[in-house]
């Protein structure tokens, strides 16, 4: 994935390390599980998806109000409590990120194109459903969309983890 988002300009050969948001990656990953196993079997794209979208709405508050967010003990929750979880993608677009019009779109073509080529890839392990290694590579998955996204969201916001001359 980090090649694909590379090849579209989308995040930095070397990706960012922003500790602040990826120590929050536990407490995210207990509170979306449910949420995101539930959903996987109809909806893989949207169970992979949403998880870009929230590293990518915790490195925008990282940036902003972080004195305010850190403090919030289920920031999941407290996500998908804005317009349930269906919604959560257009919540973290609309709201957190502040998109609208064509980067409201493009957005979502993004992370849609970055949950299906990461389904496909765990497709193709040929995994047997159901098994601890599922759930293990299941959430791998999840976390390496957390990254990516937070990794996106940073470079568009300016930081450029690039080096200096």
């Not at 992370?111 to 759930?135: D, H, K």
Request: charged share 25%; proline share 3%.
């Amino acid at each position: 994935m980090h090649q694909f988002l590379l090849s579209v300009d989308e995040v930095d050969e070397r990706l960012p390390e922003c500790p602040d948001v990826e120590d929050k990656w536990e407490a995210i990953a207990r509170a979306y599980l449910p949420d995101g196993i539930r959903e996987f079997q109809d909806f893989p794209s949207a169970s992979l998806g949403w998880m870009m979208y929230i590293g990518m709405a915790l490195a925008k508050m990282w940036d902003t109000e972080w004195e305010i967010y850190s403090k919030i003990d289920d920031v999941y929750a407290y996500m998908r409590g804005k317009r349930g979880y269906d919604g959560l993608d257009e919540y973290i677009r609309e709201e957190v990120l502040l998109l609208a019009g064509a980067d409201y779109v493009g957005l979502e073509k993004l992370v849609g194109e970055c949950a299906s080529r990461v389904y496909n890839a765990l497709r193709r392990q040929n995994i047997e459903p159901g098994t601890r290694e599922a759930f293990n590579a299941y959430v791998a998955c999840l976390h390496q969309l957390y990254l990516m996204g937070i990794a996106v969201q940073l470079k568009r916001m300016g930081y450029h983890m690039t080096l200096q001359s």
